[in-house]
């Protein structure tokens, strides 16, 4: 069984950053492809970053060059730097192993 931890979530005002853990149980972790999801009141969750167990990285069209995602697989821990926050930006984001494992979600605001 794999449980997933998000932390890091918070209030923060339009142009700031947020740093967003995601800490894994199990010994799986560093064999899949993590990822990092939100969902905004309304809205369908969507998916905003993705890291294979290689390092390999991809991201939405709304976040590039703006997040960062990481891992650091002797820690089972997989991270998302969020800089230049919009309000936009407002969900609660998840964590998602091999899209099979989703965390509890942690919530992000983005306003002034």
């Known amino acids: 069984q794999v449980q997933l931890v998000e932390s890091g979530g918070g209030l923060v005002q339009p142009g700031g950053s947020l740093r967003l853990s995601c800490a894994a149980s199990?010994?799986?972790?560093?064999?899949?492809?993590m990822h990092w999801y939100r969902q905004a009141p309304g809205k369908q969750r969507e998916l905003v970053a993705s890291i294979t167990s290689g390092g390999d990285t991809m991201y939405g069209d709304s976040v590039k060059g703006r997040f960062t995602i990481s891992r650091e697989n002797a820690k089972n821990t997989a991270y998302l730097e969020m800089n230049s926050l919009k309000p936009e930006d407002t969900a609660v984001y998840y964590c998602?192993?091999?899209?099979?494992?989703w965390g509890q979600g942690t919530q992000v605001t983005v306003s002034s």
């Open positions: 998602n192993l091999r899209g099979r494992w």
């Open positions: 199990g010994s799986i972790f560093g064999i899949y492809a």
